[in-house]
């Protein structure tokens, strides 16, 4: 069983009365996630009002961005110039009521109420036609880490202009951005650059790209600078009161600038590669242009499936040129369209700690087949599916995953007195099935199919898996299907998922199946379809059965050689936890070793679910162990097998079938089988198996022969498949025999 969360803390912009600040914060880092962390509106009736920009410029769609940062009241007083709107010493701040209003940079200039504050120096000259300022507060809470080759997160990220039309300067000589810095470990914002045992060095690239499909061409470079080669590159510190944020200002060697074409799209690359400690991250743009960044986070090129693309905002920097900034006449990038269009009435959309459950079908599957009930509240039609998930490699680390991944998508049919899925109404595989498609934007997904006709309040199944073949590197990897939020955060849940193993033929069994009780892992998996859901009715398993007249250990049942019946789903815990794992519910056996030997005690072939056995060679409640195994049959979540060793004749040993943890029970059957093949030769009816024939042989014989409702399986005295009348004779002939049988 696999649980994982995923998190970034949120960078949170706090401001005092007349006073700004920004709290440093630990900023979570994923290997191969794009780092992107928000600042959400607050509302409060003191709020730091951004500039208002002239009517002329605001129809241009320059500011978007209108929103109200929290003030925790009341706050100190304001603290004069020095500090107070987060500028260098010498700026002002204009104060409103009990607030200071700390406003937006637009074209380098601080706006304030009709009153400005000192233009920041980009080191050339700067207005609205060749600028994407940056956008303060914020650069620090809405960056996009920056770096590449040779940092190990591999992060680049690139944003699209265009040039202005007709004549001009088209040579760009001179660039100035905006960014922040980041330890990867313990990871505030700094506005100083690195020092003392984690040495870094600013090493700039600015590299300008032809557009194709709207998307940043890493195959048509039409020039990169680097710093301290062709480029040299300023850099300004503004700190004050732990928010960060630095100007840097590159200019291009005498002969080496980048002459680009008039009213056409290119897209602008800065990265800082590092020493893979430190990460930098492109800060924020406050003019909004298409609100589109384009992050590549393993350096195969950009794509619209990859984090941080749509609405991850424009990047701040300025060039010495002329650009046509609103890129009229036709943007140079759109958003991709939206992974998820449906709205999230529509299904259970993910938890806010994204936890997930492996759902993978293959020969060599690592884990589970998952599924979820769902419902409509009205008939109609269903084509797609979005949802929610993440990858995990064999050794632990969490890879990109494949860009177009061939999930397998499978919906079933729910007709049988069960509540378990039966009929497969529609199965395919993305990119191989016909009508079977699949598209992906960082963590989130789509898979369209043919429409598939649903009726109002009958139960249906999902089953999303990913295919894996170790011996494939594609699909070396494991897919976590992500969870859904819990109810109330999402009404469609109703707290339960279905599994099988992922190694299992089409037409495999399904169970039901639990995360557990922690409110951060329900047990919904994430979906949302095209058509409107409701709560699903179906889907729930039926009340356990009582438990078993084994469930106490003073209690346990006599195991045999072969195979026997076990049922966990009404048992309750008893006893200590084993030394592999912890146990939930559990049943008890008893196990008398015929002949000397090594006895293994198997769960593979009749048991699917995530089963941990134990044995113990004292009585209850089982103290000195002698055995135990979790997920010993090659399944993670799987069933378990494991071999006792050095038995002696007669001896007899506790036997444990337990759950792992509180998943869910199941009723199967385990086998024991000795080593080297069956006991020795000797007395045929020496039932018992300890030298002596007696009559004791003959009252076990009988026990076995007339248990009910069935008889034990050893009751086959003559072997032949069939306990009946016959076994009674011919063990009788034995048992009455004189002279005495061979060998007794």
Known sequence: MFRTCISIRTLQIAVLAGV??????????????????KLRPTTTKQVVQKAKLPASTLAQGAYADDVAYPIPGPGPAPRGVQGACLLPAGAGCIIVGTAAECTGVFFGTYMGAGSACPVV??????????????????VGGTSLASMGTPNTSLFRVADSFKTGNGAGNYNVTEVCWWGVYSQRVGAAFSCALPSGDQPFTDRFFVRIMAMTGQ????????????????????????????LAFNEYHGTFATGQGIQLQPGTCYALEIRNPNNNVVNWFWGHAGVVVDNISWQDTTENGYSTTEVGTAGA?????????????????????TPPPPICASPDANGQVRAGINGGGFSNTGATAVGLQLGDSFQFSSSGNIDNVCFWGFWVAPDGTQPPGPDVPDFQLTIYDSNGTDALPNTVLRDGTCGTTAGFTSRRQGANYNIAFPALAVDAGHCYYVSIAFPQNNADPAHAFRFAWGLAAEAPANAMSNAQCISRAGTSAPGGTYNFFTFGTDPAFPSNMSWVFN???????????????????????????VAVLGNNPFDTRGATQDGFDPSCGPTGKDAWFTFRAPCAGDYTISFCAGAILDVLASAYSDGCPGTIEIGCDDDGCGVVGGPSIFTVAGLAQNQ??????????????????????????????????????????????????????????????????????????????DFLLCFLASPPAPGC
């Open 20 to 37: 700004c600040f920004a709290g440093t914060t630990a900023f979570a880092q994923s290997k191969g996630k794009g780092l992107v962390s």
């Open 121 to 138: 120096d980009c080191g050339f000259a700067i207005s609205q036609t060749n600028c994407q300022d940056y956008q303060y507060p914020r």
């Open 215 to 242: 998307l940043p061409d890493v195959t048509q470079v039409v020039g990169e600078r680097e710093e301290g080669l062709n480029m040299t590159v300023t850099r300004r510190p503004v700190c004050a009161n732990n």
């Open 313 to 333: 905002g424009d990047r701040a920097w300025c060039m010495n040129i002329n650009l046509n900034i609103f890129q009229t006449g036709g943007a140079c990038s």
């Open 531 to 557: 058509l409107q859901a409701v709560t699903p009715s179906c889907g729930l398993p039926p009340p356990p059965p009582p438990p078993p007249a084994n469930d106490p250990c003073g209690s346990a049942a």
């Open 652 to 729: 007899q040993i506790l036997i444990r079938v337990s759950t792992f943890a509180d998943s869910a029970g199941e009723a199967g059957t385990f086998n024991i089988s000795r080593a080297g093949g069956p006991c020795p030769s000797g007395c045929a009816c020496d039932f018992n198996h300890n030298g002596t024939l007696n009559s004791q042989d003959f009252f076990d014989f009988l026990t076995a022969f007339l248990t009910t409702p069935l008889p034990l399986p050893t009751a086959d005295y003559n072997g032949d498949g069939v306990i009946n009348s016959q076994d009674y004779f």
